[in-house]
């Protein structure tokens, strides 16, 4: 099906829930007599992945492998069914989702125009006025689906470092727990979570703790959560990215390295963690304190407090964009958060390797 | 050319996508039409609580003159410049249909006047403004949910 006029799509009526499951039984045709089935544990909960073949499989369960569960082994509470036309032929069905916007040359592809509709009960996403992708999440039913033109598309994404996030989050908007942009690391004890935008030198804190044995959470994306005066943090990808001037000293990561991408002029190292860390490094683990780093030049790091709403900001603002539906309860979730823990920001200098001794004595935190 | 506030009408938040949240001396308000955070400090944290009880213009001046120790021009001029910038930037709205709270008396001493202090931060601005949305109700597209 090709892409509609802005008139046919004003003219079009769809629901989202009718959307999702239309969707879903073009996969059924996709998936016919080839279809995979693959079970992961997610914050304590089954996802069933249906994949119509392999040709998805590496780049959607890379960075969720290290979750992975016997499949069938207990009922899922998300499914999510994935096909792609080029292995399959088979189209997405978006008869009435409208598909606005204008293309523009000069726009990478990760900016194509996207088209949403979202509603009380979940959303569909079409990316591109000739669509390469498309995604949606009915509530209802704890359904979703994903469709890409081919393979690839799904690197330029970024779905490949973070999969399903979309779904993920709608999915969790009902529940305490909130995925959002940031990095954590910790011990079963505490740990601290560590919010900021690209190239404010996150993932250098991250690794530089993980290097000295500390659990990880995430890097890019995870969960959060808080109840009772309590926050917490748990990992939902075994991805990470990295600023390529770091990537040198980190070289023991280098067989994680999956590619590379540029985003705002910053190039960064994707890396699938669980190639070079075993499954019970992966964790989740209360959060003591809110860290806002940045690069702030010379020898030494150095913690200076910082305020909840700065937390707030930081964390918002490299998280709400993607967060498309929920974003009341998201908003909600972020800010009871930051007002939970102390905030500090992290003045990083160019002793790296001196950084988990100086979280681990100020804040309280550390490996186990 | 932005017209100006009733100044006597109820204040509230101009939409539904305009959240905040207080904290003990700051308040962060995310208006996700715009993509812009907005952070108010000093006296701005008491004007947002005001509003947040619907309270007028007018209120709002009466309300931090017992608060605070200042003369009562120095205080009108600082809210009405604030509210001026709120509602520029779409962040709050005149609603005559809402009543009134009273708001709480003022402390016994007054305490000395900072004037409010608004900052903007307009990081994910770009990102937000990428993707057309089309909100639908149960109906689905075209059909979108009652202005709030």
Same mark, same amino acid.
């Given at each position: ?160 470092t ?41 993932s ?35 991805s990470a990215r990295l600023c390529v001037d770091m990537a040198e000293?980190f070289?023991?990561l280098r067989?994680a390295e999956i590619g590379a991408v540029s985003?705002?002029?910053?190039e960064k190292r994707d890396m ?97 | 050319?932005? $017209? ?17 949240? *207080?904290?003990?001396? $700051? ?46 021009? $120095? ?17 709050? *709205? ?14 016994? $001493? ?7 202090? *608004? ?16 909100? *639908? ?12």
């Open positions: 099906m090709g892409p509609q006029s802005s008139s046919e799509a004003a003219r079009a009526t769809v629901s989202v829930a009718d959307a999702v499951a239309r969707n879903r039984a073009a996969f059924e045709e996709a998936a016919r007599g080839r279809e995979r089935v693959l079970d992961f544990e997610v914050l304590g909960r089954t996802v069933r992945l249906r994949l119509a073949g392999d040709s998805l499989e590496r780049d959607l369960t890379d960075a969720l492998r290290h979750h992975a569960l016997p499949a069938g082994a207990s009922e899922p509470e998300l499914e999510i069914c994935a096909w792609d036309r080029h292995s399959t032929g088979v189209e997405p069905d978006l008869r009435g989702v409208p598909a606005l916007g204008e293309e523009d040359p000069g726009k990478s592809l990760i900016h194509s125009p996207r088209t949403i509709v979202h509603g009380p009960n979940g959303f569909v996403t079409v990316q591109g006025t000739v669509p390469w992708a498309a995604q949606g999440f009915d509530a209802g039913r704890r359904a979703a689906f994903l469709w890409a033109s081919e393979p690839s598309v799904l690197g330029a994404w970024g779905e490949r973070k999969p399903f996030l979309e779904i993920l989050h709608a999915w969790l908007i009902d529940s305490p727990w909130q995925p959002i942009h940031g990095g954590a690391v910790g011990s079963p004890d505490g740990g601290v979570l560590l919010a900021g935008g690209p190239g404010a030198g996150k250098t804190t991250v690794l530089s703790c993980v290097r000295a044995g500390w659990l990880y959470a995430g890097d890019d994306y995870l969960a959060v959560r808080t109840s009772d005066g309590e926050a917490f943090a748990a990992n939902l990808y075994g000293r070289s023991e067989p985003m705002n002029g910053i699938i963690l669980s190639e070079v860390l075993p499954p019970a490094r992966f964790g989740a683990f209360p959060i003591r304190a809110i860290l806002l780093p940045r690069i702030a030049g010379g020898s030494r790091s150095a913690l200076r407090p910082a305020s909840a709403a700065e937390a707030s900001v930081a964390i918002g603002a490299s998280t709400m964009h993607l967060l498309r539906v929920g974003a009341s309860a998201a908003f909600e979730k972020i800010t009871a958060l930051a007002g939970t823990v102390p905030v500090h920001r992290l003045d990083l200098g160019e002793d790296i390797d001196a950084l988990p001794e100086l979280i681990g004595s100020e804040i309280g935190v550390g490996s186990e | 050319m932005e $017209e100006k506030l009733d100044r006597d009408a109820p204040l509230r938040a101009a939409s539904a996508n305009v959240h905040s949240k *207080v904290f003990d001396d $700051e308040v962060v308000i995310l208006d996700m039409k715009s993509g812009t955070y907005f952070s108010l400090r000093a006296s701005g944290v008491d004007v947002w609580k005001l509003i947040e009880g619907h309270a007028s213009a007018t209120r709002i001046t009466e309300a931090l003159g017992e608060r605070f120790d200042a003369p009562p021009e $120095e205080i009108a001029t600082a809210v009405d410049s604030l509210l001026d910038e709120l509602a520029a930037s779409a962040l709050i *709205v005149a609603d005559p249909s809402l009543d009134q709270s009273s708001p709480s008396p003022g402390r016994e $001493e007054k305490a000395p006047f900072t004037a409010p202090q *608004v900052e903007r931060f307009t990081d994910m601005q770009e990102l937000l403004l990428l993707d057309p949305i089309h909100e *639908v109700d149960d109906a689905g597209w075209p059909h979108t949910p009652m202005t709030r």
